[in-house]
């Protein structure tokens, strides 16, 4: 079997020492891992200091051809979502935090099929109440015939969350979630020029683990 030479080593280690980290629990990772290892012998090359995996050698089982691959960096969608929901009288509620934009839009339509009042939904990221300004990927695309009539609701929910909705560009930005509507309501962005927005606060609702 191939091994490779410790000077690789070394350069493998003080690139991930350089800011390349890799996330063993990585799901695309530990699915990789696992189909791999139906088809091939799977040799994991550990960092001795910090333990994480740094190279994988593959051995074809029949034929015995082998090859490594460089585990350089690892990105995992698990940034904290919201699932907006818009009901039959455009009344706006959101459902989160949740990690995840993916694990978001799975949650719809287990929502949708309790409630039947909600006639669309879409994840969106939830932007951190410590960080003044919003970038502008935080932003959400949201219909313009929705945009233009969209409202609160009911403060039924332990949560609140902030909702900057830019009616004339039709698009949207969540912050929280805060615990009181008075610290909600305090909340101020930076806005850097940015067009104003419609202050909306709305009920955040956890996630119904029996759908």
């Known amino acids: 079997m191939t091994r490779p030479h410790p000077r690789d080593q070394q350069e493998t280690r003080l690139m991930h020492d350089a800011g390349y980290p890799f996330d063993t629990t990585n ?17 994991s090359w550990d960092n001795a200091t910090t333990g994480r995996p740094t190279l994988i050698t593959l051995t074809d089982i029949g034929s015995r051809d082998t090859f490594s691959m460089a585990l350089l960096d690892s990105v995992e969608d698990r940034a904290p979502h919201t699932l907006l929901a818009v009901t039959t009288t455009a009344a706006l509620s959101l459902h989160g935090p949740i990690e995840g934009r993916a694990a978001t839009a799975d949650y719809a339509p287990h929502l949708a099929m309790h409630r039947p009042d909600i006639a669309a939904t879409t994840p969106v990221a939830l932007h951190d109440p410590t960080q003044a300004r919003i970038s502008d990927d935080e932003w ?7 945009a233009q009539v969209a409202r609160t609701t009911t403060i039924d929910a332990p949560r609140v969350a902030l909702a900057l909705l830019d009616r004339d560009r039709a698009r949207l930005a969540v912050v929280g979630p805060f615990a009181t509507l008075d610290t909600t309501d305090a909340w101020q962005s930076e806005a850097h020029g940015q067009p104003p927005a419609d202050r909306l606060l709305l009920p955040m609702h956890a996630p119904d683990s029996t759908y």
């Open 27 to 43: 799901r695309a990772y530990q699915r990789f891992l696992s189909l791999a290892s139906d088809h091939f012998e799977v040799l």
């Open 140 to 146: 959400t695309d949201v219909p313009p015939d929705i």
